[in-house]
């Protein structure tokens, strides 16, 4: 099909004036290179642009694990610090009952506390929430428990047995009393949450140290003016993601966190990675990295639309601006070549003159470019055409006197054949039958040499033939020369080029057995085969063979790289079965040292050709 395509293509093309084709070639040559440039150049951009992106990414995401690190260490601190506090387990217990203690608490170890949330700015609050029901309120620090127990973050910190729960990006607004230090926050929050149990793991109440999400997160809620990932944090064994809702990311596409978190989930199996995500048509890089809070894991989501967005609207621009310029350019061409060809359309018309029987038509073109070079060798050419034609003539009456002549070599050739016979009949009437056979033998050759009124004969004619070559060549030689036919009787009747087996044989028998043929018999072997293309005949003597190198040579030889150390006659046959039946036939050689040598001609395996 797509052969068929470009055929037809290159048929409409080649159909075109030479004013279109200059036209469309000009177009293909500046066209075709900006187009292919520009995607070229564009896709390393895109390529640079989503490296430097992932690069980016990579950096902010470990920045960001630095930061919750450091945030993660100073909370785990305070937490620590609270439990470490005898006079705060001393208090939350209720032992504190006169008014004594409870000012010096007050006035030391709260104060401490609160010195303790001023002394890190980015600690929103710390909060103590007891049991115990006997212990005044001191806000904005000491609260009852009762407080909080319908909330679902305190639910999950005593299920924890002493463990900390991490309560990630919720709003600070548990505890309702009138007061500026606990007004509704509007800003999401990291709480760090642990039961406070002492002694023998008897729960006194629950600590919480929290922090602005902002503050615990810099990264996730910064603007992303890069566009170089926004970042998620992920719970992998609830599969709760949290990041900024007001995110670009979020905001400017069609991105499902929901359906994110079921696609992800199994995938978040190594310390830290990159995985490629598609959703929908949208395509995105995430790198992951395993957080300081444990199974918890930091993410950054890159979209890779945004990344090229802009590279693929500069490309969109570059294109446009291109092909208008290719139109521009075009018009002016198409002028400009109408004006030069103006010339060569005036020797257009002097040919036409010509094919209407005008040999020497007024062609009014001169100069010393390439149309004014083409008019001058075009009148020239008209002159050699005048001269040839004259010659022609003079070699058409030569040619019939050839004819005379060949005529008169026929006649010859008969009355030596007629001679020969006389001679035969002779040698029979002296009981000379050697002598008689060989003339017979000779007698047919010389005939089957005469009748060449057709190039191709039977193979069975060819084979007498050669039946006829090998009785006269024996007589030259101490040992006989035995030549087996192994033909299958229908390619008996198969039409083949003449004198093509002759030359083969002929070469056997000089090349091939020659030396034997001093102290045995010689055998030469023609057979045929055939596949679905080819008929194959080979002529094989089991003489001396021949080793690589000069199978290599002779086959070159035969090819047409002459090599005067060889004689011309296999290449003769090679070059007529290529003239009668195409180039990819002819002899191919086979052999061995010291065993055979085989030589095949390689034919069609069809019958187009006939003799008469």
């Not at 430097?52 to 690190?69: K, M």
């Not at 607004?173 to 949450?193: F, G, H, Q, R, T």
């Not at 039409?495 to 045995?520: C, W």
Request: proline share 2%.
């Amino acid at each position: 099909m797509i052969k068929f395509l470009i055929k037809k293509i290159i048929s409409v093309f080649m159909n075109k004036s030479l004013m279109k084709k200059l036209i469309i070639t000009y177009i293909l040559i500046i066209g075709i290179p900006i187009l292919i440039f520009s995607f070229y150049t564009f896709d390393e951009l895109s390529e640079n642009a989503k490296q430097d992106t992932i690069n980016r990414a990579n950096y902010d995401l470990s920045n960001e694990y630095d930061s919750v690190e450091k945030n993660v260490y100073i909370m785990r601190n305070i937490i620590n610090s609270l439990e470490a506090n005898n006079e705060l387990l001393g208090y939350l217990q209720g032992d504190m009952h006169d008014s004594k203690k409870l000012i010096d608490f007050k006035d030391t170890t709260y104060k401490q506390l609160i010195s303790l949330q001023n002394s890190n700015p980015t600690i929103k609050q710390i909060n103590i929430f007891t049991k115990n029901v006997n212990v005044r309120e001191l806000w904005p620090t000491f609260y009852r428990v009762d407080r909080i127990t319908q909330k679902d973050w305190y639910k999950k910190t005593i299920e924890k047995n002493g463990a900390e729960y991490w309560n990630i990006n919720h709003y600070d607004n548990d505890i309702k009393i009138n007061s500026a230090y606990n007004d509704e926050s509007k800003d999401l929050v990291v709480s760090l949450n642990k039961n406070i149990e002492y002694p023998y793991n008897k729960l006194l109440g629950i600590s919480r140290v929290t922090m602005r999400s902002k503050d615990f997160f810099p990264k996730m809620f910064q603007e992303d003016i890069m566009k170089s990932g926004q970042i998620f944090f992920v719970n992998k064994e609830g599969m709760d993601i949290q990041t900024d809702k007001n995110s670009f990311l979020l905001k400017n596409s069609k991105f499902d966190i929901d359906k994110f978190g079921e696609d992800i989930k199994d995938k978040l199996v190594y310390e830290k990675g990159e995985i490629t995500y598609n959703q929908g048509k949208d395509k995105y890089i995430i790198l992951y990295k395993e957080s300081p809070i444990p199974n918890n894991y930091l993410l950054s989501v890159i979209s890779l639309n945004n990344v090229s967005k802009g590279i693929k609207k500069s490309r969109l621009l570059l294109i446009w601006n291109s092909s208008l310029l290719l139109i521009v350019l075009s018009i002016v061409v198409y002028y400009a070549t109408k004006t030069i060809l103006k010339r060569l359309y005036k020797i257009i018309n002097a040919v036409k003159q010509v094919r209407s029987g005008d040999l020497m038509p007024s062609i009014e073109v001169y100069g010393n470019d390439e149309v004014g070079v083409l008019a001058h060798n075009f009148r020239q050419m008209m002159k050699t055409i005048d001269v040839l034609i004259k010659e022609s003539v003079h070699k058409e009456i030569m040619t019939k006197e050839a004819e005379l002549k060949s005529l008169k070599t026929q006649i010859d050739s008969h009355f030596l054949y007629n001679t020969l016979e006389n001679i035969r009949m002779m040698a029979l009437v002296e009981d000379n039958f050697l002598v008689s056979d060989c003339l017979a033998s000779l007698g047919d050759m010389m005939r089957y040499n005469m009748k060449w009124n057709n190039e191709f004969v039977l193979l069975s004619e060819e084979i007498k033939h050669i039946n006829n070559y090998i009785a006269l060549m024996t007589l030259r030689y101490d040992f006989e020369i035995i030549l087996k036919i192994d033909i299958d009787e229908q390619f008996l009747k198969r039409p083949i080029l003449k004198f093509t087996i002759q030359p083969l044989v002929e070469n056997a028998v000089k090349h091939g057995l020659s030396e034997k043929l001093r102290d045995e018999n010689g055998n030469i072997t023609i057979s045929v085969h055939t596949d679905e293309e080819y008929l194959y005949l080979s002529v094989r003597d089991e003489g001396k063979g021949m080793n690589v190198k000069q199978v290599q040579a002779l086959q070159s030889h035969i090819d047409g790289n002459t090599d005067k150390s060889f004689g011309v006659g296999l290449k003769n046959v090679n070059d007529r079965i290529k003239l009668f039946y195409g180039k990819q036939y002819g002899i191919l050689i086979e052999a061995q040292e010291y065993s055979y040598t085989k030589m095949i001609l390689r034919l069609p395996n069809k019958q187009e050709q006939s003799s008469s």
